[in-house]
């Protein structure tokens, strides 16, 4: 099968193979690596949650298992469309750049870019203005894959909205629910659960008087 971005497939290889070796392996190894600065983000968040209200929190824990869910998601599409990686269908393409998978891992979507749109996506329900960190992240991680040779553009391009619908629509409807179980488990007194939780947010004492009122 001939889909109608082979072309451009090929055009992005072929710039791949020409890029200075620094670039190239820079490619190589942030196409996996870059997932790891959204797990440092997840942990960050949930860490800094631990002293917001119930709710923050609820999202800052859902942000990683809606990021599951549409991996999850993305898994069973592959198992339904079952196309043929790129490194393997186009003829006349760069060799790629990573190892091309085997076969029966199939191309579409990538789980790359589906995990990096998902990530992006529930990082900015933690935080707003991470999004002008996760976004660009989000579209570099899609891009490395075709960038090394193992995905089509529209691999990645479907991943990165399939990620991200899947993970804001999980965080949506799991808020609510979440944030009653922050606020149960934040009641307890079991030390390893109001750890996990943290204390919530500071309450601010009111200040004294210091005169009477005539």
Known sequence: MDFVDSGLYRDITDHAHDAPAWLRHTAEIGTEAGLLVFVALFALGWWRARRSDSRAFAI????????????????????????????????????????????????????????????AAALVLVRRTLVWLTAP?????????????????????????????????????????????????RGSTAPVSRWITGPGPRSVALPHASHRRP
């Open 60 to 119: 800052a824990v859902l942000a990683p298992l809606a990021t599951a869910v549409a991996y999850i998601c993305s898994e069973v599409l592959k198992s339904v469309v079952t196309e043929e990686r790129p490194c393997r269908a186009v003829t006349g393409a760069a060799p790629s750049l990573a190892e091309c998978p085997p076969y029966g891992d199939w191309s579409f979507p990538s789980n790359h870019a589906t995990i990096a749109g998902a990530s």
């Open 137 to 185: 992240l989000a579209v570099l991680a899609a891009f490395s894959r075709v960038f090394v040779g193992v995905h089509y553009p529209h691999d990645v391009a479907a991943g990165l909205l399939l990620g991200a619908a899947v993970a804001l629509t999980v965080v949506a409807l799991a808020t609510g629910p979440a944030t009653r179980l922050t606020e149960a488990v």
